[in-house]
C-alpha cells in the first residue's frame, strides 16, 4: 500500500467515524448516556514506535473538534491525548516482540488474533469512558449514580467499534481480492 | 547544555503528552483560557451548519408529527389571544397604554444534550434574527434555559439541565420566592432551594419563574412539586419539582426577547450603586 494511500484511507476513517458518532448519538437519544464511538479512528490507527509526537498531535486536534461540537472544551481533548499515549504501551505489550522500531503496523482483528483485539479495544473505550465522565462530573457522588449508564455506555460503544472494524475489514478484504 | 538537550530528546514523546495534556487540562479548568477561546463552541457557523444538515436528515421523518404540533399550538395561542382581548374589552378605557416589553423570536433546535452534568443546546437562530446573549428560552410547556453565545445564524443555549444555572421561581399559589437549580442526574427532576421553613408547601403546587429578572416574564411554568421534605435543623425546605418540559424531546422553542431589560439591569444596578 503506497504512503499517499495510506493517507486517504485515514482522512477517510477519520469523516466516518466522526459521522458514525454524530449519527449515534443524534439517532439515540436516551437519559445520560453518550456512545463516543469516534475512538476506533485512534484505535486503529497505523502504529509506529517512532511516530509518537505526531500521533498525540493528531489526538488533540481531532479532540478539540470533538470538543466543539459537544461544548465541553477539555474534556475530549484530554481524553484522546491520554487513550493515544497509553495505547503505545498497551500495543508494545500485546503486539509480537521483535516488531521493530520502524515496522508500521496496523491493530486490527486480523493482525493481533481475536483475544488480543477483544481485550485491547476493552481496555482503551472503558478508559476513554470513565475519563469523559469523571471530568465531566468531577465529583464522586454524581460518578456512582451514574454508574450504571457508564457501563450501559461502555458496552454499547465496545459494540460498535467493534463491528466497525469487522465491517471495514470485509470491505479491505474484498478490495484487495 | 548539551546533556539538557540530550535529556528533553530522549523523553520527547513524554514532554509532549504532558504538554498537550495540561493544555487540555487548563482549557477545562482555567476561566482565563475560556474567555479567550469563547468562540469555539456549537454556535460556530460551520457546526452550527452540519448540526442543522443531521436535524433537517432525522427530522424529515417526524416531520408531520411536528407540523400537527405547531397547528396545535398557533390555535391555543390564537385562543388565549382572543381571551385576552375580550378581558380588555371588559375592562373598557381602564387598560393603560404601555409599551410592548416582551417578543417571543421562534427557533429550531438543532442540537440538544442531557447526558452531562452541563447541558447546552443549539438553535438554527442568531444574530440576524435579534438574538443577544441573557435572553431567556422556553417552549409552550415551560422554561428551557437562557441563551449563552450566538453567532450571525446560531446561539448556544445554557440548558436548564447545566449545574451552574440559576433561575428565579415562585410557588403559583403563594407566591413565595425561591430559587431553581438541577442536581445534576435526574433530568425530569431540579431542586426548588431557599424556601424559608415557617411555609407550608403541598405536594402538586405549581412553581413559576419569578419575573423579577429580566430574562423571563412572570408566571412561565417551571413544573410541579413533586417531593417536600424538612429536616429538624435545616433552615429551608427541600424541595423537588418535577419538569414540566420534557428537555430530551425538544424540537420547537421560543426565544424571550425582553425590550426593556437594559433599562431594568441599568436602573437596579444605580439603585443598587447609590445605597451601597
Known amino acids: ?177 | 547544555m548539551k546533556k539538557l538537550l540530550r535529556f528533553l530528546y530522549d523523553y520527547r514523546d513524554l514532554l509532549i503528552f504532558l504538554l498537550l495534556e495540561s493544555v487540555s487540562l487548563s482549557l477545562l479548568f482555567n476561566h482565563h483560557v475560556q474567555k479567550e477561546v469563547k468562540k469555539l463552541n456549537s454556535s460556530h457557523a460551520l457546526i452550527g451548519n452540519i448540526y442543522e444538515l443531521m436535524t433537517d436528515l432525522r427530522m424529515h421523518a417526524k416531520w408531520k408529527a411536528s407540523y400537527q404540533q405547531i397547528l396545535v399550538e398557533n390555535a391555543s395561542l390564537r385562543e388565549y389571544i382572543l381571551q385576552q382581548q375580550e378581558m380588555i374589552e371588559k375592562q373598557g378605557s381602564m387598560e393603560q397604554p404601555t409599551t410592548r416589553q416582551f417578543d417571543v423570536i421562534p427557533a429550531q433546535v438543532i442540537n440538544n444534550s442531557i447526558i452531562c452534568t452541563k447541558n447546552y443546546l443549539t438553535i438554527n437562530k442568531g444574530t440576524n434574527s435579534g438574538i443577544a446573549p441573557g435572553m431567556g428560552v422556553i417552549t409552550k410547556d415551560g422554561v428551557v434555559g437562557r441563551v449563552k453565545a450566538v453567532s450571525e445564524h446560531f446561539a448556544t443555549i445554557i440548558s436548564l439541565l447545566h449545574t451552574d444555572i440559576h433561575i428565579s421561581a415562585k410557588l403559583a399559589s403563594s407566591g413565595v420566592m425561591g430559587t431553581v437549580r438541577w442536581l445534576g442526574h435526574n433530568p425530569r427532576q431540579v431542586n426548588l432551594l431557599y424556601i424559608p421553613r415557617h411555609l407550608t408547601i403541598e405536594v402538586g403546587d405549581r412553581v413559576v419563574t419569578s419575573g423579577y429578572n429580566a430574562t423571563f416574564y412572570d408566571g412561565v411554568t417551571i413544573g410541579k412539586v413533586s417531593h417536600v421534605k424538612l429536616d429538624k435543623a435545616a433552615m429551608f425546605y427541600e424541595i423537588l419539582v418535577d419538569l414540566s418540559t420534557d428537555l430530551s424531546a425538544l424540537q420547537h422553542v421560543y426565544v424571550v426577547k425582553n425590550h426593556l431589560s437594559r433599562e431594568q439591569d441599568s436602573l437596579e444596578q444605580i439603585t443598587k450603586a447609590y445605597y451601597e
Open chain 1, 1 to 177: 500500500m503506497s504512503k499517499r494511500n495510506t493517507w486517504l484511507i485515514q482522512v477517510a476513517n477519520l469523516v466516518g467515524y466522526l459521522t458514525l458518532q454524530l449519527v449515534i448519538n443524534q439517532a439515540i437519544v436516551s437519559f445520560h448516556q453518550a456512545y463516543f464511538v469516534y475512538i476506533g479512528f485512534f484505535l486503529f490507527l497505523p502504529w509506529t514506535r517512532s511516530n509518537m509526537i505526531w500521533q498525540l498531535l493528531l489526538g488533540f486536534g481531532v479532540g478539540l473538534l470533538v470538543d466543539v461540537f459537544y461544548d465541553s472544551l477539555g474534556i475530549h481533548t484530554f481524553a484522546a491525548v491520554l487513550i493515544l499515549y497509553l495505547r503505545n504501551f498497551l500495543l508494545y505489550l500485546l503486539l509480537p516482540p521483535g516488531s521493530s522500531h520502524l515496522v508500521t503496523i496496523r491493530p486490527t482483528l486480523r493482525n493481533m488474533g481475536v483475544q488480543k483485539f477483544a481485550l485491547y479495544v476493552l481496555f482503551l473505550t472503558t478508559l476513554y469512558h470513565l475519563v469523559v465522565f469523571t471530568l465531566d462530573t468531577y465529583s464522586f457522588h454524581f460518578f456512582f449514580a451514574n454508574l450504571p449508564q457508564l457501563l450501559l455506555s461502555i458496552i454499547v460503544s465496545y459494540l460498535f467499534i467493534f463491528l466497525s472494524r469487522i465491517f471495514m475489514g470485509a470491505i479491505g478484504s474484498t478490495r484487495s481480492k
